[in-house]
């Protein structure tokens, strides 16, 4: 009887002896599996944060188109705050940097993306550097926009892309900017022209014609909205003026709609003068005929007015759009001028800032964001 019973117990130890191997087997295998998802979790991070744009930061009633605040997308639930002046949406990331900005009644969004920087060598020793991508919403904003159906799929897919925004498109027309071809072999970019020569200019004044259009540089019919055919002519091939430039980069390429002549409608219209005083979107800067005591409300991709020229009375004669601070801490814009035959954001023929006493600065009279 005690042999048997002895017999069992050591029967029982080798038992217990590989169940316990089993679970110290087991529990090494977990622990293993959780310091390399630990390690992978780490190193997905820092890559992660390594690759994260950097984000600005608002305050009060400001646009949120100063400098970096160096800091960086948090994961997490995302804030929708609202600010005056104009009345708008700003998404904030959990660690209160913004991520983008949506303003009432306009279609133009600032969203926080990858640094990049502007230069032309040729025209200003000045620099664009930004993290501002601006970008156009399917439709205008309005409060509680973030609880439309469109948004949060519009949203996931914009923020963080690097595909061409108003920016973007903005240099493909600057002095050298190399020639792309659509699938038809029509060229939609590349370096453009203001006009052809005027035969009665002179380097003092009018020297190039203007009312060149985006499609007097693509050299092709269009067809507007209205039924309105236009035919581009061949002497202003690859050319156009300050508000074909601005029709080209929102309308042509960003798909903003284009009006064929200036009336109040839902579109840009033809000229500087229209779309200041017709188009939709939210006056930035008020028109009262006068120079606006400030800019702080401007952001990238604002439309910038001007009267520059006397002999147009109270009609205004020059659209750019604004691309914020250079690297000196100007205010910035982009324009096709006459002076530098074609789109730059440089000093030739005045300089390209809207504070100080310059030409442009002096003859800025109002903002509009699309």
Request: net charge positive.
């Amino acid at each position: 009887m005690t042999k048997a019973r002895n017999k069992a117990r050591n029967k029982a130890r080798k038992k217990n002896r590989k169940v316990t191997g089993r679970h110290a087997l087991h529990t090494l295998v977990v622990l293993g599996l959780l310091g390399t998802s630990a390690y992978l979790t780490v190193e997905l991070r820092e890559q992660q944060d390594g690759t994260a744009p950097p984000v600005q930061s608002v305050s009060g009633t400001g646009t949120g188109t100063g400098a970096a605040s160096g800091g960086k997308p948090a994961a997490g639930e995302r804030r929708f705050e609202r600010l005056a002046s104009p009345a708008r949406t700003v998404v904030r990331a959990a660690d209160g940097g913004v991520l983008a900005t949506f303003t009432d009644g306009a279609r133009t969004a600032v969203l926080t993306g990858a640094s990049r920087t502007f230069t032309e060598p040729k025209y200003t020793d000045a620099k664009v550097t930004t993290d501002s991508w601006v970008r156009l919403l399917p439709e205008a904003w309005k409060e509680g926009g973030e609880k439309a159906a469109w948004f949060k799929d519009w949203f996931s897919t914009s923020l963080g892309s690097k595909e061409p925004d108003i920016f973007a498109f903005a240099m493909e027309y600057i002095e050298g900017a190399p020639q792309k071809k659509d699938a038809r072999g029509v060229p939609y970019s590349g370096d453009a022209q203001f006009g052809p020569l005027n035969p009665n200019g002179s380097v003092a004044g009018d020297l190039r014609l203007e009312q060149s259009d985006f499609y007097d540089y693509l050299g092709i019919p269009y067809r507007f909205r209205d039924g309105t055919v236009e035919q581009p002519e061949a002497a202003r091939f690859r050319a156009m003026d300050c508000s074909g430039f601005v029709r080209t980069v929102y309308g042509y390429r960003a798909r903003y709609p284009l009006l064929a002549k200036d009336i109040k409608g839902d579109g840009l219209p033809r000229t500087a003068n229209g779309m200041a005083r017709l188009s939709p979107g939210v006056p930035v800067l008020e028109l009262t005929g006068k120079r606006p005591d400030a800019t702080d409300r401007l952001q990238p991709g604002d439309l910038v007015f001007f009267d520059i020229d006397k002999r147009t009375g109270e009609r205004l004669d020059h659209v750019g759009i604004y691309m914020g601070l250079d690297t000196d801490g100007k205010p910035r814009f982009i324009s096709s001028r006459e002076e530098a035959n074609g789109p730059t954001f440089g000093d030739k023929g005045g300089t390209a800032r809207l504070d100080g006493n310059g030409f442009y600065a002096a003859g800025l009279r109002s903002a509009k964001r699309l």
